[in-house]
C-alpha cells in the first residue's frame, strides 16, 4: 500500500453552535432566519415549540471538522454536524476502521462505520458522523491525485451547475443571482386546513 493513502491520524475538532453563521439574513432581523422564524417543522405540533426552531434545540450539538491524515502528510477536511457527541464517535469508535487503512477503500470504510454502529443508531447522528468521515476520506484521495472529486466519481457531466436557494425573501435569492428560491413554509398540517390554506 501506498504511504500516500495510508492513514496515519484522524482528528476531530467542535465547532459552537451559532445563531449568525451565514451572510444570508433576513431584513431586519440580527438573528439567522433558519433558526428564528416560524418554519413548519418536525415540533410544530407543540404550540410552546412552534415558533422558533431555537427553542427545541435544532442546532445546539454544533458542528464538527475532521482532518485524516496520510503517512506522507497529506489532509482530507470535512466539515458537518453533530457537534462533540459525533467527534466522539469518530474519535473514539471510528478511528479503528481508520487509522492504518487504505483511504481508497472508501466502500469497506464507509460499510464497517455503518455497520459498527447499528447496535446504537441507523440514521441521525451516527449517519451524520459518517457522512463527515466519507466527505474527508474523498478530499484526501483528491488531494493525493491532485484531481477534483469529480473526476473520481465519474468525470465532468456538465460545464456549469445552476442553483436555488433556501430563504424567506425570494426578491433577495434573485437579486444574488440564483434562479429560484425555495420558501420555507411558516405553518404545517398540525395546524389544520386553516393552518394548510395560510
Known amino acids: 500500500m501506498s504511504t500516500a493513502f495510508r492513514i496515519k491520524d484522524l482528528r476531530v475538532y467542535t465547532i459552537k453552535p451559532s445563531a449568525t ?3 444570508y439574513f433576513k431584513p431586519g432581523e440580527s438573528r439567522h432566519w433558519l433558526v428564528d422564524t416560524l418554519i413548519s417543522n418536525p415540533m410544530s405540533g407543540y404550540p410552546k415549540y412552534r415558533e422558533k426552531r431555537s427553542s427545541w434545540g435544532i442546532g445546539v450539538l454544533g458542528a464538527i471538522v475532521v482532518e485524516i491524515e496520510t503517512e506522507d502528510g497529506t489532509v482530507g477536511v470535512a466539515t458537518g454536524s453533530g457537534g462533540p457527541p459525533a467527534a466522539w464517535m469518530i474519535k473514539h469508535h471510528f478511528g479503528r476502521f481508520l487509522v492504518g487503512e487504505d483511504a481508497r477503500n472508501v466502500n469497506m470504510i464507509w460499510d464497517q462505520l ?3 454502529s447499528l447496535p446504537y443508531g441507523r440514521k441521525g447522528l451516527p449517519v451524520m458522523a459518517i457522512s463527515c468521515v466519507d466527505l474527508a476520506l474523498w478530499d484526501l484521495i483528491g488531494k493525493v491525485r491532485s484531481e477534483p472529486v469529480y473526476n473520481l466519481i465519474g468525470g465532468l457531466s456538465r460545464d456549469e451547475i445552476t442553483f436555488y436557494c433556501t430563504g424567506p425573501e425570494p426578491t433577495a435569492t434573485k437579486a444574488m443571482g440564483f434562479w429560484g428560491a ?12 386553516e393552518g394548510l390554506a395560510k
Open 21 to 23: 453563521a451565514g451572510t
Open 114 to 116: 455503518y455497520r459498527s
Open 182 to 193: 425555495k420558501v420555507p413554509l411558516p405553518h404545517s398540517h398540525f395546524e389544520g386546513e
